[in-house]
């Protein structure tokens, strides 16, 4: 199913004053590519990061994008890394945030591992911190708009975990997208490398369409168990973010009106403030998931609505979810 890119118009449609503006923000999410009708490279994402927000610095996370086309294929996902650098090198001689982490892609169940983790190392110039590799996977892929591809049983692979393992020997981080039916495979690797800083991407990406459509709140049951037994691995930290995918269900991609800031807080808070609960403050960090999220909501008016929803935390806790975990967790100092 192709995913509709928003035009700049219809996102100005909803334009809303500031939140704290002086809050210095970490965005530990995002992605770069360029692809007919869908470029999101630097110029774009200024345009968002400097929408009024302070955002200082920002992660990107690997996405498919200006992979090698020749060449063995362990290295293929490096081409990314070198994409990426160049990009980063150009936002540190600019006034827009910096991008100050890189997290490629590579096969954690590959012979080759160590050789890639190598190349990605070289080619990041000292920008390269972790490894995504996709555990998604969904018997409807047909009803999503962004469906996993991963293999069935990827989580349980003895030679993935290996990996897995291998990346904490090494200090790289592990990020997971996965979907919410998922979530007790995600904490049983951790508990299998609980050498490895694992990074649970999107809540787990709860899904709202397809068979899972007028089914949230039994999701949310579930879930809400889910997220509590992940909490219990004390390698895992929390992004929390990314519910604004049209996968998610609630809409807002295929409306005259992007959302609001209200809107989010009054749809989404709840997953919000029960991750929280569950991983405290100091192990959870708010994302924009952008430009995927960008599909429903403009870039100022999201972190509007994180600001809504932290307004009841102390404000050492508005500091860790806004800039200290993922500064900590992706080592940005």
């Known amino acids: ?6 035009g700049e118009e219809w996102l100005r449609q909803v334009h809303e004053p500031i939140i704290d503006p002086e809050r210095i923000i970490v965005d530990p999410h995002h992605h770069l590519w360029e692809r007919p009708g869908r470029t999101y490279l630097l110029e774009e994402l200024w345009a ?19 992979y090698h086309e020749d ?13 990426v650098e160049a990009i980063a090198s150009a936002s540190r001689a600019g006034t827009g945030a910096e991008i100050a982490g890189i997290v490629a892609h590579a096969d954690l169940t590959s012979p080759h591992l160590d050789e890639a983790l190598d190349a990605h190392e070289e080619a990041g110039k000292g920008l390269f911190r972790g490894i995504r590799h996709s555990l998604a996977r969904d018997p409807h892929p047909e009803a999503l708009s962004i469906p996993g591809r991963s293999p069935e049983g990827l989580a349980a692979s ?3 975990r290996h990996g897995l393992a291998r990346l904490g020997e090494r200090g790289y981080t592990y990020d997971g997208w996965h979907y ?5 495979d995600f904490r049983d690797l951790a508990k299998a490398a609980p050498g490895t800083t694992m990074v649970l991407d999107h809540f787990g990406t709860p899904l709202g369409v397809g068979p899972y459509a ?25 992004k929390l973010g990314g519910l604004a ?5 609630f809409g807002w991609d295929r409306r005259t009106l ?19 609960k569950c991983f405290g403050a100091h192990r959870c960090m708010f994302e924009s998931n952008f430009p995927v999220d960008r599909l429903s909501i403009s870039y100022h008016v999201l972190w509007n609505g994180l600001k809504k929803i932290a307004a009841s935390y102390s404000e050492e806790e508005k500091t860790a979810l806004f800039s200290g975990t993922a500064t900590r967790v992706y080592n940005l100092d």
């Not at 199913?1 to 928003?6: E, F, G, I, L, Y």
């Open 1 to 6: 199913m192709a995913v509709k890119q928003p």
């Open 214 to 238: 007028d089914k949230r709140e039994e999701i949310f049951a579930q879930w809400r168990d889910d997220i509590a037994a992940i909490a219990e691995c004390p390698n895992v930290v929390a």
């Open 258 to 276: 992007p959302a609001s800031s209200e809107e989010l807080l009054e749809a989404q808070a709840r997953w919000y403030h029960h991750t929280i």
């Open 71 to 83: 060449g063995p294929e362990h290295f293929k996902p490096v081409g990314e890394t070198v994409f």
């Open 158 to 160: 003895e030679t993935f």
């Open 180 to 184: 919410h039916h998922q979530n007790l």
């Open 245 to 249: 995918m049209p996968d998610n269900g």
């Open 48 to 66: 968002d990061t400097d929408s009024g927000h302070k955002v200082t610095k920002t992660v990107f996370l690997e996405c498919g994008a200006s």
